[in-house]
């Protein structure tokens, strides 16, 4: 905590407002700030000393004596003693609300005008070639493995899937080559 949030709670913290984990907070800056420490003790005082004063009665004749007083001012002098309100035009009114709006929007506009511009760039695009296929050669040990057990049709159909990629990735790699 420092000393201006110390500031700020006080009040609370003298009339034991804050939370239990504020109020630790509270005493735990007091006994390592010696500035807030002695404001925090000045105040205690002060607080005692009034706290301590006999409380004010008015002597009973105060309110006959006011009411005389009142009278002898006569009715012309109660309104320069209450004061009258003065009227206030309308277009005042208004041209006053023009003009807070006004400021406040030119404040609006300022603060988007020196606001820094926003540069979004797009995301770089960059051209690769295309990975080799991680499928398995056409002549893999499987491949080879199912020619002898008698399964004519399993090499049929693992040649016919595959390829197709197998052409096309020689293509791409002949093609890469000549460039």
């Known amino acids: 905590m420092d000393c201006r949030e110390f500031r700020n709670k006080h009040v609370a913290y003298v009339d034991d407002l804050l939370s239990a984990r504020e109020m630790d907070a509270m005493e735990r800056h007091l006994a390592t700030c010696r ?12 607080l005692m000393v009034v706290r301590s004063l ?8 105060f309110m006959r004596r ?18 009258a309100r003065p009227q206030v035009p309308f277009a005042a009114f208004a041209a006053l609300a023009a003009g807070i709006a ?19 760039q797009p995301a770089p695009a960059v051209a690769t070639l295309p990975e080799t296929p ?10 080879v493995a199912s020619v002898p057990t008698g ?13 197709p990629m ?3 990735s020689m293509e791409l790699r002949e093609a890469s080559l000549t460039r």
């Open 35 to 46: 500035k807030c420490s002695r404001q925090d003790t000045m105040v205690r005082r002060s």
């Open 54 to 61: 006999r409380p004010i009665e008015p002597s009973p004749d």
């Open 66 to 83: 006011l009411n005389a007083r009142i009278e002898q001012l006569g009715p012309a002098s109660r309104l320069d003693v209450v004061g």
């Open 102 to 120: 006004a400021v406040a929007y030119l404040a609006v506009e300022t603060t988007h005008y020196f606001a820094p511009a926003s540069l979004t």
């Open 134 to 143: 991680t499928t398995p050669p056409m002549a893999n040990a499987a491949f």
């Open 151 to 163: 399964m004519p049709v399993w090499p049929a159909v693992l040649m016919m899937g595959q390829a």
């Open 166 to 168: 197998e052409f096309a």
